[in-house]
């Protein structure tokens, strides 16, 4: 019911073609709904009460016509009332007694009646009926007498009928029963109509608006929030909390009024608007600072940090922009001097170094380049001093998340805006860092002495560390780099491990593989621009290698030594190897034929995997075997590589042997690695398996590109060898798990796994794909990348179990769902290629789509709803009243945009028209109790 009223009241206010109009009459919806569900359950719950309480239910009268209680008479004719009808009650009771079938007590809507009859219960129904049964009509005489005597109105006379119900219902209650009883798609469709005819009068009736001065605007918005900041500090000792939230609310609206002011209409001089600025946010901080309320000066400043991102003109001045930061930093900076408030520091740093940065992206010229210093150096001070006044007050913690923030994550964005404004001047940002941590030491030094800021302290001096390594390959070469930090990483790991600091110990794990991701970034670098090719660069590189082979053998070692963990050990030999074999690679990168790179490196590692397994069983040392396995898991990477180095198809010319002779061998080390048995081996035959996918995919890719086929077509042939070995692995294993096929049902489901998300992956890739069928003509569901899109929907299907079972109804959801997305990219396809809309994000923005989308949902939600309805499938109805409230939303959010031009106001009242025909054809849904059943 609440979201039925939301949708509903939200497309009432479609008409106002205001998004917050349409949020505000939803989020009244919604509490309405509420309020109507909890009204409901108090009626229910007090129904409950009066039937279980003694004296408060009614007895029904021989005819079965209930009555209330009689009243009693005035205590002046009591006794001789109760003399009357003491003989009338006796004759009356059994009689009554026998023929009331239930006990009735009112509810809000209507009478609940229990069971009378219930044996246990009859001598309680008894004793209750004594009391409860209307008594007999008096004598003519006797009722004038009670007339003249009581005041209290008289009881209604046996067999009249019940007065019990509701008649001073509420007339909104009343409304809503009609609205929301009964058919409720029909009513539902005819707001929808509503909706519609408003947007399509209006459209024709609009004539402009009437518009106040500028000024006036602004002396009015002014007044309003100085009125209710007065208003608030009236209320501070009464209502503390609304005070405190009013009086932010009031100080960002006149911040944001000054602003606006200043920036958009000139209204005031920087001075003067610079000077009033000011005076806010000071009011602001002194207010919070003096209430001790840390809700308001978020409140004040949030709107202080909003007004230049809500009112930008785009213009890039920075200097206005900044020195308006610049104060409310100077503000936040006061406050934090006598008030720690953690949220306040977080939201200023956030909103002055993002901001800061979007205009850095967007406006930042080498002009600019004397301010952006200057302002960036100030806001740095601000918030580094905030952090050092917040450890000296409290200490660091850990519960404590901004100071945290404010401590590694100010150096962080302040020295990736230092890189900006330097523009690679490689020098002068290696001097900013050192400078930088020169400052961080400096403060590290004098935090450590001081036992609250002890821990502050030791940050710093990490930041510092952090500084140093920084200004490492910012003055040196990558080369040179990688040495230094592979021994600085060592000595750090060594210090780590000797006094058992793990921070210590990680920081050198982290310089290791620093140290390597720098040299290989450069080899690359040099790979592309001809430098890999110098015989001096060769010999720098040799080097950095060996000692970063020397670097991770002696890890290895200390990590031994120390008598660390096994995997501790094996991480740094691993390493050590890794580089070792980079080396061997680098000294034997010519190969003897014409090879192209990643030819000869995907050959090599052939031969590295076919020579470590035969070796392996030759010389009897299993370990031997990672050295095949290792590479022929990592030869998808490898063969990926040379297929994108390879301009013509891959089995094409000396590909075809390459690959041949590759794939045998990769079979021949598979076979070796049978006996003894090696963990990974499955892997490295999965990964055979996907280099075949790739090279044959790729071809086949490549001989349609190459025949000018469209999109659809290279896509389809993709794909085919992909879903086809699939199928073959699935029905066929033993011919299609060569040579380890009497044990890839071990790891079958890891590889079905794998193939099922990787079709699919190629499945949701070519969503993205406008399906040019060429050289044919596009036909919605009848071309070669739908046709196999349906065929893999049709193969899960299949894959499922028949059967019923609630575990599967997700599945089959999603299956539907999928099936709906396939007709909403054709009907999209369809507008692209036959009605020329641009195959683009811009399609979405055309009346014409939006109007599509929603009749075709629409109508796939009344086929669910219908034919959920008419079989008793209470989940397939669910699915089409569900893809209906996405519609209706969709109409609210989306659809009101276009409600100026006929193609919306048309889908609307289509819409509209669908709902009231599914309320004629099937208003009620089935029962789930017999959906559960089916």
Known sequence: MKIVLAVVFGLLAVASESLVSVLLA?????????????AQRLRRLEARRAMDAPGTAHAGTPDGTMHPPARPASPARAPAATAQQTEADKAARPAAVASAPTVATESGSGLVTRDAAVPQRAEAITASAEKRVSPPPLPAGSQRMQAAGSAAPAAPAPGAPSTLRASTRPVAETLLGWLFGGNLPVKLGVLVLFAGVAAALRYAAQQGMFELPIGWRFIGIGATAIGALLFALGQRRSRPAFSLSLQGGAMGVLLLCVFAAFRLYALLAPGVALAMVVMLVASAALLAVLQNAAALAVLGFLGGYLAPVLISTGSGDQVALFSYYAALNAAVFSVAWWRHWHALNLMGFLFTFGVGSLWGLRSYTAADYASSQFFLLLFWAFYLGIAVL?????????????????????????????????????????????????????????????????????????????????????????????????LQGVGAMWLGLRQRRPL?????????????????????????????EDSDYRIGLRLSLALLAGAGLLASRLHERFERSSIEIWLGFLLGASWLGLLWMHVGWHPPFALDHCESLLASVVLIALGASLLRNVLGWPRLGWLSVAPLVALPLLGLCALIEQEAPALEGRGLVLWALGFVAAGVSLRALREPPMRLTGAAHLAVLATLVLVLGSDFAQRAERADLGGAWIWALAVLPLAALAWGLWRQPQRFAWPLADRFSRYARLWQGAAVLALGAAWLGALYSSADPAPMSYLPLLNPMELLQWGVLLLAWRALPQEARSDLLPLRAGLAAAALLLLTLAALRSLHHHAGLPWSPALFDSALTQGVLSVLWALGGVIAWVAGSRRGNWYVWLGGATLMGVVLVKLVLVDRAYLGNLAGIGAVLTVGLLLVGVGYLAPSPPRRAEAAKR
């Open 504 to 532: 210590s110990w990680g920081f050198g794990w982290l310089l290791q593989f620093a140290g390597g991701c720098a040299l290989l970034m450069h080899a690359a670098e040099a790979l592309n621009d001809g430098r890999f």
């Open 26 to 38: 939803a989020l009244a919806g919604w509490l309405l709904g509420s309020q109507r569900e909890l």
């Open 390 to 486: 917040g450890a000296l007050r409290r200490g660091l913690a850990t519960s404590h998340g901004v100071q945290a923030s404010l401590t590694f994550a100010l150096p962080l964005w302040g020295f990736s805006l230092q890189a900006g404004l330097l523009e690679g001047d490689r020098s002068a940002l290696s001097m900013s860092a050192v400078l930088a941590a020169a400052v961080y030491a400096g403060l590290a030094a004098l935090l450590v002495r001081n036992a609250r800021a002890r821990l502050q302290g030791e940050a710093f001096a990490w930041v510092a560390v952090g500084f140093l390594t920084v200004a490492v390959p910012l003055a040196f070469s990558a080369q040179q780099t990688a040495a230094v930090w592979a």
